[in-house]
């Protein structure tokens, strides 16, 4: 019949085509690349910058009295000080309103220049000052003492960034499950496409799986991204297993994915989509300890907020990421995201219409 | 009309819908039909008769409250699968992805058939070749339509169905339209159409349903329709001065009905306008009058549609 046939390769199969097409809609528009791969990016630069651990700051000694003794006492080799002169009676007005930390002053005592310390009780930093710099001197006097090692705390999985990403790749699973498949179903529905691909031969199973894989290969452009990005700026590691680090993205895609499955089963408007989709989305953008920890919520809604999705994905994401923890530790999280899978897309598959 | 089933394309039983609702709305009301393979058949009704309710029942993407469909001889809860291979669709509005070119398109829904035909053939059979790799969103509206006609015909049905193909588009696309429908049905195809345009109707359909209300209330041919229900053609005459008393005419002339309506004015009506045309201007001279204007209207689907139902196509149909 027809001379010129067209099907010869997979490629121009159901599946591929509703892939392939989705995947050149999206690169096509400019203002969606720019919020799934750009703003997230910049939600974790200025975070990432704002909250940046700085080293301790310096303590300030004002130094009062004899110059030359001053030099004796060999400050300069002093770390972690920042020294200024001053008369007495400005110094100790400095540290009475608490712009110096301590004053050390060399006094005239039995032909001999001796330090002595003006602290200020009610101030810690104070306390240290003087702690710090009695050692200093103790150490000048005695050659034979030796400073007792210190190990400073690897900090890497403790920053404040190393917090922040997991949960900035939480929610951008979250809002890649809501918005893209449940939004872009809608958008089907709404504009008859959904309607005109019901009166081919094609499978919902190919349409459903072929918008969820164009979603998984939108994402794990996210995730490569962000993590690659917060790598190299920040030095974010993962920890633990870059398997279990997978199978955490793909079961918490997947999880959200089936939400947004069934908050598209019936919407026919846009505007109530948008409802549905904050309602969902916002108590766990608030609860799911995104920027903070959850536990800083009260005790008694620690239950509810446990078994919310997008906790279980940021709790277990950091655990294998910052802790190194392996996915046998995190049973309850798997299955916290493994039931709302299940229910949500039976649900989904029982509720879904095409009109 | 009996047509042998062997050869119906489409043969429907007492078909009604109804949606649930507070009242619930009766949008078709027993329909029943037979249609032959071959044929372009037309569904020709005002806005909300329940034209694209009928349509999507047969295209089983309605199930229907009661009756029964056979679309080429099967049904849609049995060969559901079978029949989608065999139908093309184009619905009233389907917003296709501005994103994706023409090419693109065509070839995604070239995928969803078994055997489907070379996307590119399709393109110059509904001759956008040369927007082959054009975006949908930059396409005028007879484009587009040609491009849902286009994804119709890609999977090579023997059935399309066509739901108001040509509404808000200009007179030259609503044209090339109508020579690609009738490009389908000269290599067998079958057609079933929806229109509220009665030159649309006349122009592409061998036979019309005219739908009211969820009901057919009449069948035929177009020009069987319009003997039967269009009423006769009527001759409408002007004269210069205040015209002589009208009995003037009726020995001369077949004509069925005279009257007056103005000073100067007359309409007659006549079934053979070739005959009484001569005998009005023939007695018009022997009178001694002259003649300003003349004109002649020949009955068309529209006066069918007045006829049957005393309102207008076009007019929106009150109530639910």
Same mark, same amino acid.
């Given at each position: ?6 099907k010869k ?16 809609e999206?690169t ?11 703003f ?17 700051e ?18 300069d ?28 002053e ?11 310390f003006?602290?200020d ?7 240290l ?26 900090l ?6 190393d ?15 809501l918005?893209g ?12 496409l959904l ?25 794990a ?24 680090f ?14 947004g499955?069934l ?37 008694m ?5 446990r ?7 940021n ?13 046998s ?8 995201m ?5 229910v ?12 | ?11 429907c039983n007492?078909?009604?819908k ?31 008769a329940?034209k ?22 099967k ?28 090419l ?6 070239a ?22 790799s054009?975006?949908i ?17 890609v ?8 739901d108001?193909?040509?509404? =808000?588009? &200009? +007179? ?6 109508? @020579?690609?429908? *009738?490009?389908?049905q000269? /290599? ?21 349903a ?11 041919s ?6 039967e229900f ?12 205040? =015209?002589? &008393? +009208?009995d ?5 002339? @077949?004509?069925? *009905?005279?009257?007056?309506? /103005?000073?100067?004015r ?10 009484s045309?001569?005998?009005?201007l ?39």
């Open positions: 019949m027809n001379p010129n046939p067209w390769s997979w490629t121009s199969g159901p599946l591929a085509q509703l892939v392939y097409t989705r995947l050149i999206f096509r528009e400019p203002q969606a690349v720019f919020w799934v791969y750009f997230p990016l910049l939600m974790a630069f200025s975070l990432g910058i704002a909250f940046r651990e700085k080293p301790a310096n303590l300030k000694i004002c130094l009062v009295g004899n110059s030359l003794s001053h030099a004796k006492w060999n400050l080799n002093a770390s972690g000080f920042v020294f200024s002169n001053e008369s007495r009676e400005v110094a100790l007005g400095l540290l009475r309103r608490g712009r110096v930390d301590a004053v050390l060399s006094r005239l005592e039995n032909g001999e220049n001796q330090p002595l003006h602290t009780p009610t101030r810690s930093e104070s306390a000052a003087k702690a710090r710099l009695e050692t200093h001197l103790a150490y000048l006097n005695q050659p034979t003492l030796k400073p007792i090692p210190e190990l400073f705390l690897d890497g999985g403790l920053r404040y960034i917090f922040l990403i997991p949960g900035l790749l939480g929610i951008n699973l979250m809002g890649g499950g918005w498949v449940g939004y872009a179903l809608v958008d089907l529905r709404v504009r008859k309607k005109r691909f019901a009166a081919t031969p094609m499978l919902v199973r190919d349409l459903l799986l072929g918008i969820a894989i164009s979603r998984f290969i939108f994402t452009g996210q995730v490569v991204i962000l993590l690659g990005t917060s790598w190299l700026v920040f030095g974010v590691q993962i920890r633990g297993s870059f398997f279990d997978c199978v955490l993205v793909i079961l918490g895609g997947f999880c959200f994915l089936s939400i499955l908050v598209a089963s019936r919407a026919t408007k846009y505007e109530s989509v948008n409802g549905i989709m904050n309602l969902v989305m916002l108590p766990m953008y608030v609860f799911s300890g995104v920027f903070f920890s959850a536990e800083r919520f009260p005790e809604l620690a239950p509810i907020i078994i919310l999705p997008l906790t279980a994905l709790d277990s994401l950091r655990a294998v990421m910052n802790e190194g923890r392996s996915l530790l995190l049973g309850f999280e798997i299955m916290v493994g039931l709302w899978t299940a949500t897309m039976g649900l989904a598959l029982r509720l879904f219409r095409w009109r | 009309m009996y047509i042998n089933p062997m050869n119906a394309a489409i043969e007492n078909l009604t109804t949606y649930p609702g507070k009242p619930p709305v009766e949008a078709v009301k027993g329909i029943s039909l037979q249609i032959r393979r071959g044929e372009c058949f037309g569904i020709l009704g005002p806005n909300g329940g694209t309710t009928t349509l999507e029942l047969m295209e089983g993407l309605l199930i229907p409250t009661s009756g029964s469909v056979k679309v080429l001889g049904t849609w809860q049995k060969d559901g699968g079978w029949l989608r291979e065999k139908t093309g669709i184009s619905l009233q509005e389907t917003k296709l992805s501005e994103e994706l070119t023409v693109e398109t065509i070839r995604l829904f995928s969803f058939y078994e055997d489907s035909a070379h996307p590119q053939d399709i393109i110059s059979q509904v001759s956008l070749e040369s927007k082959s054009s975006l969103g930059k396409l005028s509206g007879g484009q587009k339509q040609r491009v849902a006609l286009a994804c119709a015909l999977g090579k049905p023997e059935l399309l169905f066509l108001e193909p040509t509404t =808000g588009l &200009d +007179p030259q696309s609503r044209r090339q339209v109508w @020579e690609m429908i *009738q490009k389908f000269a /290599g067998g195809g079958t057609i079933l159409i929806t229109t509220h345009y009665m030159d649309e109707a006349e122009k592409l359909c061998g036979e019309l005219i739908v009211d209300q969820g009901k057919i209330i009449a069948q035929g177009p020009g069987h329709l319009i003997k269009g009423g006769q053609t009527r001759i409408e005459v002007d004269f210069l001065e205040p =015209g002589p &008393d +009208p003037w005419i009726l020995p001369h002339a @077949e004509i069925s *009905q005279l009257c007056e309506v /103005g000073p100067n007359f309409l007659l009506q006549t079934s053979s306008l070739i005959d045309l001569p005998k009005v023939a007695a018009a001279t022997s009178a001694g009058q002259s003649i300003q204007t003349i004109r002649t209207h020949q009955p068309t689907l529209e006066d069918v549609f007045v006829g049957l139902t005393g309102r207008h196509l076009r007019d929106e149909v009150a109530g639910p």
